[in-house]
């Protein structure tokens, strides 16, 4: 299966990396025999893939990865790089490639000290590969500083090597760093491709693949998690009653606080499952004695504090992500009644709740449902501007009641 299989409604994007791929290709070639490049060559140093969540960015920057370290030997025959079969397309998709750096974070931002060790593993030349390729799959958590490092290496990269940075929008990237990369724009994939790919490659049910992509308004990653998870799903009704519960005052806090406790919980189980391995592989690499109650040895006491500050971050970010999903699935709520309330043909999301999209609606009219919409839209905001969790979400529950 090519590796162009996994983006999903992005054909426009596809043709643009498939002949990039393509021209690399010929580059590579052409440095072997020691001939002429080809003139008018479609690749470059670097690449930045922007899109709203779910359409797929990492996705096309792994690909292209893939198409770029393609060994296939059909390709001397006139074929695609990017087989998905050979050793090069294998290992990248996997994320196992000796020339593949594929970077995320769980953290709140990436940081210069990360940044510069990117840096300094890309003036590296290829160990087995054709190309380095360094995929920054959150280009947007990058601080001023981190992005200033990056900077320079993207204005002067090694000749074999390509950077491709994925972010939300163009304006999540510095300035100096998007005027030198190559943009790509994806769309939100079609809710009915989305259910397609579930059934194809999960083996999903077509009914239930069909509801979870619409559900989720064709986000790859969400509609999957929601037609194989029963807690995702649980969660997510749960979210969507939060409307029916907010009468009253005491209504309104109440499921704010169950919005932030359900938002905590999903933070320390994450946190039980990851922490307690991350700790003792340290401890162990440190030389303490098997045992939560063993000493330390001297002179490691930073480095666990070290771990323990990172595990923090990394909880108070699932925590936040936890609650910004948790406030899209509300504003995918209030957006059908807006629909309803304007008698639009877009089709409905939540069409199992249809009765209490209906009973919402004609309760109210579509300005009130636009205030509420920029009620949740103003909570993310706060959030993002560190108010505290809590705080931020009954300020938003009693701007939905009083719409």
């Not at 999903?8 to 490049?37: C, I, N, S």
């Not at 209490?356 to 920029?374: K, M, N, Q, V």
Request: glycine letters at 8%; proline letters at 5%; a neutral charge.
């Amino acid at each position: 299966m090519p590796v162009w299989d996994d983006l999903v409604g992005q054909e426009r994007v596809q043709k643009q990396l498939a002949a990039a791929a393509r021209d690399a290709d010929a580059l590579v070639t052409a440095v072997t025999d020691r001939t002429a490049p080809p003139a008018g060559s479609k690749m470059t140093h670097a690449w930045l893939f922007t899109g709203p969540p779910g359409s797929g960015r990492s996705t096309a920057a792994r690909a292209f990865a893939a198409a770029l370290q393609c060994t296939s030997p059909d390709r001397a025959l006139g074929g695609e790089p990017g087989c998905g079969f050979c050793d090069g397309c294998h290992t990248t998709v996997i994320g196992t490639h000796a020339d593949v750096e594929i970077v995320r974070t769980d953290l709140l931002s990436i940081g210069v000290k990360e940044t510069r060790d990117l840096v300094r593993r890309a003036q590296l030349s290829p160990a087995v590969g054709r190309w380095q390729v360094i995929v920054l799959e959150d280009a947007d958590r990058l601080t001023e500083g981190a992005g200033n490092v990056l900077l320079k290496a993207v204005e002067e990269p090694a000749p074999r090597t390509v950077w491709l940075l994925c972010a939300p929008s163009l304006e999540d990237v510095l300035p100096t760093i998007r005027s030198r990369c190559r943009h790509l724009t994806l769309r939100t994939p079609p809710v009915d491709a989305v259910a397609e790919v579930l059934v194809r490659r999960d083996g999903i049910e077509p009914a239930v693949a069909a509801a979870a992509a619409r559900a989720t308004q064709g986000h790859i990653g969400r509609a999957r998690r929601l037609a194989t998870d029963e807690a995702a799903r649980s969660r997510r009704a749960t979210v969507l009653k939060v409307p029916l519960r907010i009468d009253d005052v005491g209504g309104c806090l109440k499921a704010a606080q169950e919005l932030v406790d359900a938002a905590a919980e999903d933070a320390k189980q994450v946190a039980e499952e990851v922490d307690v391995k991350e700790t003792e592989e340290l401890r162990a690499a440190l030389g303490a004695q098997a045992g939560a109650g063993s000493r330390m040895p001297r002179g490691t006491a930073g480095v666990m504090k070290e771990l323990e500050d990172r595990q923090k971050r990394r909880r108070t970010r699932t925590q936040r992500d936890t609650l910004d999903l948790a406030l899209t699935d509300l504003t995918g709520f209030y957006r059908d009644v807006l629909a309803l309330q304007l008698g639009s043909s877009v089709a409905i999301a939540n069409e199992e709740i249809r009765p209490d999209l209906d009973r919402i609606a004609r309760a109210s009219g579509p300005e009130r449902t636009l205030r509420r919409i920029e009620a949740i839209i103003a909570c993310r905001q706060a959030l993002d501007r560190n108010v505290a969790p809590l705080l931020a979400v009954e300020a938003m529950t009693m701007s939905l009641r009083a719409g």
